[in-house]
Each structure stands twice: as structure tokens, then as C-alpha cells.
């Protein structure tokens, strides 16, 4: 009885359409995962919602159903402009920023990359801080000035890092591009103080927009960083596939016929646009760019193509779940949203290097 011994481009195939079904599968897991956060923040609160009530409500707001709402104007107006915004930006912000901390680690193969790499934090955080020292209260187009100026700062810093990246070579950029950020955040940060200690009067609102917040959040500011958030994602995704190739290392690379040093450069200047609009709407959250993305990594996905939307889907998720936390914990007060990602991602983070480590030795 004679077997047949299936070839070599068989057995690849099969390999990479069980690859694709386990991807496929973690996506779909990921989704639920997202649904049941998303649900979660716009049923707890100070005022109890049935979900029953919120998927009858929503219903009676579809044209040609007649379905009556059980909810009063009171609680309408809880759930779909009060917890609905805040949940959806809290997604954005998350997603966004995880996606963003996958790009770079793969950009720059340093697993320790996070979306603030370049500068942005520090840049973003002295835009915010001349907002509210010098221009409180202060409208543009009807748009407040403080996320204005804080997305110009992070714009402005990785711009200033990336002019000290080429300025010393192209043979070096990657490594050129990370000190130069680290040179631009350490002069943008001392401005920064030195404007903070002329008015000490503000100082509070300052730091509470370093550490993190959502306590604000409405339709206008959701409409204002979806635009951009949604072009620095489609470019990342979009690069996936390159991403991988450049992990290989920029002479192998480039002996495919991908150049390096444009990859890196749209994918830089797509990390800064996405980071640089979450950070002007929610200030400083840390942890989520770098935890996220290896915590995928535990989940089996190794190729940017798995990597970067799954990323994005639990960092949405996350930072969701973190919000949540952030605004019961101490109700009726709140915690600032950036100390509760940093109190859940520090250990997290180190249990998952320390799992990284067992599982690489």
C-alpha cells in the first residue's frame, strides 16, 4: 500500500492556512472581547441601565421601528452623551495607541518601543501645558486650543527627532532617530518645567492632564481625533507586510527590493499622527503601546499581519476596561486614568518579560 507524501509547496500552504484559521480565530476572540468592554462601560455607573433597556432604546431610534424606549430623557442622556462618548474614545485612544507601539517595536526591532519614542509625550505635554498656563478657556474655530497645541507639540517634537536622525546619516537613522528623540524630549520636558513654575496656579490642571483623562470626553472630541486616528491606522495595517520584511534587517531588506529607510519613515510619521491626536484628546497614558503588543505576542501571533490589528483591538479594549476602573474605583471621584494603565501594566509587563524570558531559554 503506497502513501502519498504531500510536496513541499503542499505543506506550506496547509501551514499557512492553519496560521491564517489561528489568526482568524484570535481576531473574532479579540472582537467579543471588545463588545463585552465596551458593554461593560456603558452599563456600570452611578445610575443602573439594563442592557435590555440599552438595545431597546437604540432600537426605538432606528427610523420605521416602532419600539418604545424604557429609558427616561435622564438616563438617554447618561448613556449616549455622557458613557457612550467616553467608551468610544477610551477604544480609540487605546487602540491607538497599542497599534502605534506594535509599529514601532517593529520598526525599530526594540521590543521596548512604545508610541512616545520620539518625543511626542514631551512635546504634546509642553503644548498642553502653554494651553492652560497662557490660553485657558480659548477657542479655535470652536475647537478648544489645549488639544490643538498638544497635538502641534507632539507633531513638532518627532519632526525636531527626525531632522537630528537624517541630519547624521541614512546608514544610521534607526538608531540616530531614537537618540535624537531622547535629545528633543529632554529639552521640550525642561521648557516645559520652567513654564509650570511661572504659574504655579495652574499646576494642578497640569498634571492632571499628564497623568491622564477622560473625564471630559464628548462627541466633539471624538470627532475631532477620529480623522486621524483613522489614516494612522489604515497606513500602519497597511504596511504589515513590510514591517515584517524590515524586521529581517534593512540590507536584507533591501535586497528584496523594500527600502528600509522609506518604510521607516511613513510608518514613523503614521505612528506620530495617530499618537500624537490620542495623547491631545486624553493626555499621557502609559503602559498600553508596550504591554499590549506583547501580550499578543504571548497569544501565538508573531506576524505583523496578526500583530498589529489584534493590538489594536485589545488595546481598545484595555484601555476601556482601565477607564472604567479609573471612574468607580473612588466614586464619586475619579482616578486619573494614566495611574491606574500604570498600576495594572507595571506588574503585568513584568510578568510577561519574565514569561518572554522561561519561554525563549
Known sequence: ??????????????????????????????????LASALAGLLVGPVDIAAIDIVRDALSRVPGLSVPSPLTEQQQAILWEIR????????IVGGTLALCGAAYQ????????????????SGAGLGATVAIVFFAGAHVVGIPVLPLLAFAGGVVAVLAALGIG???????????LILGGVAVAAFLTAIQ?????????????????ILGRLATSQWDEVRLVLPYVLISAAVILLHGRLLDVLGL???????????????RLVVV?????????????????????????HVVRLLGARGNRALLPLSLILGAAFLILCDLVARTALSPAELPIGVVTAVIGAPVFALVLRSSKVSGS
Open 1 to 34: 500500500m503506497s502513501t502519498t507524501r504531500a510536496t513541499p509547496i503542499e505543506a506550506g500552504a496547509a501551514r499557512a492556512a492553519r496560521v491564517a484559521s489561528r489568526q482568524a480565530l484570535w481576531v473574532g476572540l479579540g472582537v467579543v472581547v471588545l
Open 269 to 293: 510619521t503614521a505612528v506620530t499622527l495617530g499618537t500624537a491626536a490620542a495623547v491631545a484628546v486624553s493626555g499621557l497614558i502609559g503602559f498600553v503601546g508596550i504591554i499590549i503588543p
Open 249 to 263: 534587517g534593512d540590507d536584507a531588506a533591501e535586497s528584496v527590493g523594500v527600502n528600509a529607510g522609506r518604510v
Open 166 to 176: 537624517r541630519s547624521l546619516g541614512e546608514g544610521r537613522s534607526s538608531t540616530t
Open 193 to 209: 518645567t520652567f513654564v509650570q513654575q511661572g504659574d504655579t496656579d495652574n499646576l494642578r490642571q497640569v498634571y492632571d492632564w
Open 84 to 91: 457612550l462618548p467616553r467608551v468610544v474614545l477610551a477604544g
Open 106 to 121: 517593529s520598526t525599530f526591532r526594540n521590543p521596548l518601543a512604545d508610541p512616545y519614542l520620539l518625543g511626542v509625550a
